[in-house]
């Protein structure tokens, strides 16, 4: 059939199913299983790693075999956060409507960049594109582009900005660069999440030029602290504090910001799908004021990694900050979504958007989304009653978890990650170190928080000599 003996093989079992139903069949059992393991792998498990450990193998394998060997040494070292009791991280479960369109849109294999390449990927861009403007409330002239998370999605919208901040200047900055080039002011609060720091560093912006302003006990940047902006700003504002989950104040801040003439970026990575509920939305009043977003959707919305998205108000400055061109590119009178994003090659994640988003409609996503933050209230209320302090206005899905002193929580959760019941992870808050629950599961039932809560009292207990 084919040229050489390893092509000949591959034809083999590309159309042969059996292959494919082996890993459909042990990634369902997967599912099963993850319900109930250990939240994080055992020793034993890292371990078992070892075997990986080899030269550059001289000969093929069979398919069967690479599995094999991802099952018996490998799975059991993987983190089971599609599960209900994993909250170490804002990392999502999986919609299963989501999750079963990725794995029929793998046997599809579409790059999206060009209508060309792929109608469907075109066409579903679109669709979600208003999709999001409805669920986030977003102007009609926004545009979307679909990225890899919001690491990406920040770049891309502070990119935006700079190009749209130095053109009303008369800087070209894709042909002249930053050399010499009219600066750029970025305003950020003292809590803003790594990330953005991250893409100001890449951008050129430089950290040390970063001019902070002061939050209050939740991390929200205080108005008032705001200085004097303008058009040669950035103002840099977040959906959901990654420790408290705290909203900076959109409808306070953003249209004294635009009279002044600056751009306003909201990260809202996981927050900004607060709009979604109807209960919760008044955390994100305002948010449309702002001239870019960046939402990751494998947190909140719960589709496989990788998904996230940036949302720019300013088609032109999206379009000529991430520009593309080469004779052989084909656009069309569709979508061409290479326009909205830095990489031209990437998979289709639009499918497992659209699907989980097809699939929860608007009133299953408010139920989705609320039901964090019922989680969220949940864990409050019994860890307070069993004796632990809360030290975060739980707003959302963050919880922030502490015992008497430093040296008890970082004992106690060092416990708790060795019980293996639950996972979460630690962090700082006011100088001082506490536990860190990120809700943000759609497995995760009342029964699971309660056998949290008990992992936690075991944990405390044997952090204090007493079990």
């Given at each position: 059939m084919g040229?050489?003996?390893?092509?000949?093989?591959?034809?083999?079992?590309?159309?042969?199913?059996?292959?494919?139903?082996?890993?459909?069949?042990?990634?369902?059992?997967?599912?099963?299983?993850?319900?109930?393991?250990?939240?994080?792998?055992?020793?034993?498990?890292?371990?078992?790693?070892?075997?990986?450990?080899?030269?550059?193998?001289?000969?093929?394998?069979?398919?069967?075999?690479?599995?094999?060997?991802?099952?018996?040494?490998?799975?059991?070292?993987?983190?089971?956060?599609?599960?209900?009791?994993?909250?170490?991280?804002?990392?999502?479960?999986?919609?299963?409507?989501?999750?079963?369109?990725?794995?029929?849109?793998?046997?599809?294999?579409?790059?999206?960049?060009?209508?060309?390449?792929?109608?469907?990927?075109?066409?579903?861009?679109?669709?979600?594109?208003?999709?999001?403007?409805?669920?986030?409330?977003?102007?009609?002239?926004?545009?979307?582009?679909?990225?890899?998370?919001?690491?990406?999605?920040?770049?891309?919208?502070?990119a935006a900005a700079r190009f749209k901040i130095l053109q009303k200047k008369g800087w070209d900055v894709n042909n002249k660069g930053l050399f010499d080039a009219p600066k750029i002011r970025l305003v950020a609060g003292k809590q803003a999440h790594s990330t953005v720091i991250k893409a100001i560093s890449l951008l050129g912006f430089g950290k040390d030029n970063i001019e902070w302003i002061d939050v209050d006990s939740q991390g929200r940047i205080i108005p008032e602290s705001i200085p004097e902006l303008d058009e040669n700003t950035i103002l840099l504002l977040q959906a959901g504090n990654v420790n408290s989950g705290a909203f900076d104040n959109f409808d306070s801040i953003c249209p004294k910001a635009k009279k002044q003439g600056a751009w306003v970026h909201i990260d809202g990575a996981f927050g900004l799908w607060a709009q979604a509920s109807d209960k919760l939305k008044y955390l994100s009043k305002g948010c449309w004021n702002a001239d870019s977003w960046s939402v990751d959707c494998h947190k909140t919305l719960n589709t496989p990694y990788d998904s996230g998205v940036v949302i720019c108000r300013d088609q032109e400055a999206l379009i000529d900050a991430l520009h593309m061109s080469g004779a052989y590119i084909v656009t069309s009178k569709g979508r061409d979504g290479m326009f909205y994003t830095p990489g031209m090659s990437r998979r289709a994640r639009?499918?497992?958007?659209?699907?989980?988003?097809?699939?929860?409609?608007?009133?299953?996503?408010?139920?989705?989304?609320?039901?964090?933050?019922?989680?969220?209230?949940?864990?409050?209320?019994?860890?307070?009653?069993?004796?632990?302090?809360?030290?975060?206005?739980?707003?959302?899905?963050?919880?922030?978890?502490?015992?008497?002193?430093?040296?008890?929580?970082?004992?106690?959760?060092?416990?708790?990650?060795?019980?293996?019941?639950?996972?979460?992870?630690?962090?700082?808050?006011?100088?001082?170190?506490?536990?860190?629950l990120s809700i943000c599961s759609w497995t995760t039932t009342e029964k699971d928080v309660s056998l949290s809560v008990k992992s936690f009292i075991e944990a405390r207990n044997l952090a204090e000599g007493k079990a």
């Open positions: 040229n050489n003996e390893i092509q000949d093989k591959m034809f083999s079992e590309f159309i042969d199913f059996s292959i494919y139903d082996k890993a459909l069949k042990l990634g369902h059992n997967y599912l099963i299983e993850a319900m109930d393991r250990h939240a994080f792998p055992n020793d034993d498990a890292i371990v078992k790693l070892e075997h990986f450990n080899e030269p550059f193998p001289d000969f093929s394998s069979s398919s069967e075999t690479v599995l094999d060997l991802l099952k018996e040494y490998g799975e059991s070292a993987t983190l089971p956060h599609v599960g209900g009791r994993y909250f170490g991280f804002v990392i999502g479960s999986v919609v299963p409507a989501s999750l079963s369109s990725k794995i029929m849109s793998a046997f599809w294999d579409q790059c999206p960049a060009m209508e060309v390449l792929s109608p469907l990927g075109s066409k579903l861009e679109s669709i979600v594109e208003e999709w999001l403007k409805d669920i986030f409330s977003l102007p009609e002239e926004c545009v979307v582009g679909y990225v890899s998370g919001t690491s990406s999605a920040i770049f891309c919208g502070l639009i499918f497992e958007i659209w699907a989980a988003l097809k699939f929860l409609g608007k009133k299953g996503l408010d139920q989705m989304v609320t039901g964090f933050h019922d989680r969220a209230i949940q864990f409050k209320e019994e860890l307070m009653e069993a004796g632990f302090d809360i030290v975060n206005d739980v707003v959302f899905n963050q919880v922030l978890v502490r015992c008497q002193t430093d040296e008890l929580t970082l004992k106690t959760l060092e416990n708790i990650q060795n019980l293996r019941v639950c996972w979460c992870g630690g962090s700082k808050w006011d100088d001082r170190d506490v536990i860190r």
